[in-house]
């Protein structure tokens, strides 16, 4: 086999043995809270804990992706106080651009309880969860991207499943005590700002042993040369960031605001039971993406055409049969789990499936992009991509509810990997000459 295929399995093997007992204690959690708060609250909890990962997106500037391209880079040319002054500087942005997200969500909580939750007594619940994750989160994304560097994804799934146990202990003690929506509330934030705050504990570790304790203090003047660069691909990363916001990650947000609580509830289950599709396969961009960036960087083209080619064909058949699974078994896994009054969710499931499965057998689509140093593409993309969303969104959820924003979400993901495969083998056959 391949050894750049071979490092990847191995490193997603690491985050999928995380990413698959995470995915059973947070079914076994989504089952408890389902069945604890009705649909109603259900919905309004996915609208609280969305809301928060909006706004903190909204400042994000995905350092992870630039620590990886950037430090890698820097690491391949033996260049480790370069290394170290870019990881610096990314804590450094990422940090206060998550003081601004905090001052931001502690602003709009008040409209977020208003006109998402549709209940104004929820704003302290939107400030207590939004807060301390924000806060949790200071500089998570900067930190993870140099453990994927330093292919430290056994220590990353680590962190990941303890935060997944102790999440699942915190609700199930909720349950027990048929607690309301603030316990539930309480216990997602506790478990998650935990999580976060050990990776980053984590990250922090692994700078001080490859460079030293004195990392933080290298003067910031070494990147002058690269500034632009830098800042060029941030940026990039930032408005990709901000438009998927739009395109996929808002989904709760626009159906409540739209709609109601209620549906949301339906809609928060027919993403998560679709999201059972993405188990194994999430964890694959975080291995790839690091390995792309080294190959690309000492011009290997037919290393990366392999890794892509045999990544997609495994996806593709691991992600078939799951599709054909639920297609069959999804109503009587909703009824009997999550109790019948939660079977509306199965339509929506359908509808999901369609486009989780074009997106899962080409999961590489922006990574890729990211690796030749195209940060811009995927930011178009996404802006065509909003820009079709939120006409879609504005004209039909209104009158067809979660059953259109299911359908938008899917053809979204249809039409944007599409597009971004296309332009990644038309940017690999300019580069390859």
């Known amino acids: 086999m391949n050894t750049l295929l071979s490092r990847i399995l191995k490193n997603s093997g690491y985050l999928f043995s995380a990413t698959g007992i995470t995915a059973a204690l947070s079914m076994v959690q989504g089952i408890l809270a389902a069945r604890l708060l009705g649909v109603t609250q259900f919905g309004m909890l996915g609208v609280i804990t969305m809301f928060a990962t909006v706004v903190n997106k909204l400042a994000s500037f995905r350092m992870n ?16 106080r370069g290394a170290a002054t870019v990881f610096k500087a990314a804590v450094l942005v990422e940090g206060g651009t998550s003081l601004v997200a905090f001052a931001v969500l502690m602003a709009l909580a008040p409209l977020g309880a208003r006109y998402f939750a549709h209940d104004p007594a929820t704003t302290a619940w939107f400030r207590l969860y939004g807060g301390g994750i924000i806060l949790a989160n200071l500089v998570f994304e900067s ?52 999580g976060s ?21 290298l003067p910031l003047r070494g990147l002058r040369s690269q500034w632009r660069e830098l800042a060029r691909f941030a940026v990039s990363t930032n408005l990709s960031g901000t438009l998927s916001l739009i395109n996929k990650d808002s989904e709760l947000l626009w159906v409540s605001l739209l709609r109601s609580p209620t549906e949301a509830g339906y809609y928060k289950l027919a993403l998560a039971l679709a999201n059972l599709v993405q188990m194994p396969i999430s964890p694959l961009p975080r291995a790839t993406y690091p390995e792309l960036s080294r190959e690309v960087a000492r011009r290997n083209w037919r290393n990366v055409r392999y890794v892509l080619k045999q990544g997609s064909r495994v996806a593709f058949a691991y992600t078939a049969a799951v599709v054909a699974g639920l297609a069959l078994l999804g109503r009587p896994l909703i009824a009997a789990l999550y109790t019948p009054e939660y079977l509306p969710a199965y339509p929506a499931l359908l509808i999901l499936l369609a ?17 030749l140093g195209r ?29 259109a924003n299911a359908g938008l979400l899917a053809a979204s993901y249809i039409i944007g990997v599409a597009l971004a495969v296309t332009l990644f083998y038309r940017q690999l056959k300019k580069m390859d000459g």
């Open 65 to 80: 992706e630039l620590v990886v391209k950037y430090v890698a880079q820097r690491t391949a040319e033996d260049d480790h």
């Open 143 to 194: 930190g993870t991207g140099l453990l994927q560097i330093a292919d430290r994804f056994r220590r990353i799934a680590f962190i990941q499943v303890g935060q997944s146990v102790l999440t699942l202990l915190l609700i199930s003690a909720a349950y027990w005590k048929g607690a309301g929506l603030f316990a539930v509330v309480l216990a997602y934030m506790t478990g998650k700002a935990l």
């Open 197 to 217: 705050l050990g990776m980053t504990a984590a990250a922090l570790w692994e700078a001080r042993t490859r460079w030293g304790g004195g990392w933080f203090r």
């Open 355 to 371: 486009g989780f499965l074009v997106a899962n057998t080409f999961y590489w689509n922006r990574v890729a992009l990211l690796s």
């Open 375 to 403: 940060a811009d593409l995927p930011a178009k993309i996404n802006f065509g991509l909003a820009l079709f969303k939120v006409a879609g969104v504005l004209l039909l959820v209104p009158i067809w509810g979660y059953l």
